[in-house]
């Protein structure tokens, strides 16, 4: 069956008027998020088009379409978050193996860079203050624009899981663990790769694990506008998420968008995606400026003789593969009490605290705090470069095609002896949709929660599950059916 009414994101010629604005709306054009400057009663002069998120009857998409203003008329779509793996009681995955074992996050902390100085952003389902997540200014939360952000008591917490998960993954750090830990203190402390870095929380995902390419684009926006806020210094990017690359990334709006957080000196860590090694990579992962991460099983070995890459993981094409992989089964990070997959996982608990995941997102976090290591190590690197050492120093898995192992596994002892080298890439930049207008996608932003973890006097003590309601849907009498929960498969729009 298919719906009276369907979102879509539209670009727009370079000048409008009200009356050329008035013609789109008069094809059945009812504009409901608007992304970019768009005109609304007065004339718009701007030398860039205009970028719109709006409403559309299914009926009206071809008018909307040959409105000589609009350029082009593209789907909107939903993002999903992983599942959560139930099966490996194994503790293969702890963090404390991945740094000292498989990763060598270990080699820059002995020599006293840990990611301080540095801020990750993490566009996700938000962060929950949980143990190892607390310290003073290890957490900033920037603006909150998922459909939660009008429950106050909902802003800028993760009610889904994911986006804990990875912060623990990327920087967490337990309040009793040295500032410069050793590798000794991984072993009953909570550690993550960049234990120094500050994480950014960009919330755009819900409860469910759900949210819209154009919060998203608008998150990357704003993360390129404010990067050096009160100092913040965001150099890294993880974005853990997915939309099936249908056309040329020359085209994407969200390729421009990560293109634009590279040019502006962020790294930028994507997920592959979970569908399988013969599919091609994920938007934006295949945009070939990015770093794409596949996800691999180290075998809880220090070596990559007996390594394979996960067979759930996008390996890409000729002209587009991974370009390195990183832990992504079982690993075991921070648990979200009370979340959505805490409440329907309850499996994927190891102890009170702590939480496994499987698939790419969790190897691009690993891959987002090795960024951050290198970058307080050597902050004056732009981002060509911190993938060319990345992917120059990975260890190649045997018996591995190209186009899943990419460079190999990342090899942070390797990347520290490594000098800097001289690196550019000369790829086709991605055509520019326009500005942003961060105004105008809703969301809530109170300024920089900075110095310290401010949750807006909120207890957390999880969610409760049975019957809750919100925006018309009832979660407790929802029916999931066949839906896979390991992230091979979920409709057309998959987080990783």
């Not at 369907?6 to 670009?11: E, K, L």
């Not at 249908?246 to 930028?268: F, H, N, Q, R, S």
């Not at 190999?408 to 500005?435: E, F, H, K, M, S």
Request: include cysteine; charged fraction near 20%; glycine fraction near 12%.
């Amino acid at each position: 069956m298919v719906s009276h009414t369907s979102t879509f994101v539209s670009r727009a010629r370079s000048y409008l008027s009200s009356g050329s604005v008035g013609r789109v709306l008069g094809r059945g054009l009812s504009v409901a998020v608007v992304l970019v400057l768009v005109v609304g009663v007065l004339p718009l002069v701007t030398a860039a088009p205009a970028f719109a998120d709006a409403t559309v009857p299914v009926t009206k998409v071809t008018d909307a379409s040959d409105t000589p203003e609009v350029l082009t008329v593209t789907p909107d779509v939903k993002a999903r978050f992983d599942g959560w793996e139930t099966v490996d009681k194994t503790t293969d995955g702890a963090m404390a193996n991945i740094n000292a074992k498989v990763v060598g996050s270990t080699t820059f902390w002995r020599h006293g860079y840990t990611g301080d100085g540095v801020t990750v952003a993490l566009i996700d389902t938000g962060v929950a203050p949980v143990e190892g997540l607390t310290a003073t200014g290890k957490v900033i939360n920037g603006p909150d624009l998922s459909v939660e952000a009008a429950y106050e008591n909902l802003r800028y917490l993760d009610a889904y899981g994911h986006g804990t998960h990875l912060a623990g993954i990327i920087a967490g750090r337990d309040d009793e663990a040295p500032l410069v830990p050793k590798e000794r203190d991984s072993r009953d402390r909570f550690l993550g790769v960049a234990p120094g870095a500050r994480i950014l929380n960009v919330k755009v995902g819900d409860a469910t694990g759900a949210a819209d390419v154009s919060q998203v684009i608008a998150a990357i926006g704003w993360v390129v506008e404010h990067r050096d806020d009160n100092g913040m210094n965001v150099r890294v990017l993880n974005l853990a998420f997915g939309l099936d690359a249908t056309g040329d990334y020359l085209d994407e709006p969200l390729a421009y968008a990560v293109e634009a957080a590279w040019k502006a000196g962020i790294v930028v860590v994507v997920a592959a995606g979970n569908d399988g090694n013969a599919v091609a990579l994920r938007n934006p992962a295949y945009d070939p400026f990015v770093i794409a991460v596949g996800a691999e099983d180290p075998q809880d070995t220090p070596g990559v003789h007996d390594d394979t890459v996960l067979e759930f993981s996008n390996c890409g094409t000729d002209g587009r593969h991974v370009d390195l992989v990183a832990p992504g089964k079982s690993i075991i990070s921070l648990r979200d009490p009370g979340s959505f997959a805490d409440s329907f996982y309850p499996d994927a608990r190891v102890g009170d605290r702590f939480f496994r995941g499987t698939g790419t997102s969790q190897a691009a976090a690993i891959v987002s705090g090795a960024a951050a290591l290198l970058l307080s190590q050597r902050p004056e690197l732009t981002p060509d470069q911190v993938k060319a050492l990345l992917t120059s120093t990975a260890r190649p898995i045997p018996d591995t095609s190209q186009h899943c192992n990419g460079a190999g596994l990342v090899d942070l002892a390797a990347v520290y002896r490594a000098a800097t080298p001289i690196a550019t890439q000369t790829w086709d930049p991605a055509v520019n949709p326009g500005p942003f207008d961060l105004d105008a996608i809703g969301g809530y932003w109170d300024g920089l929660t900075w110095g310290g973890l401010t949750w807006g006097g909120l207890t957390w003590g999880g969610l409760t599950w049975g019957g809750l309601t919100w925006g018309g849907l009832t979660w407790g009498g929802l029916t999931w059916g066949g839906l896979t929960w390991g992230g091979l498969t979920w409709g057309s729009y998959l987080w990783n």
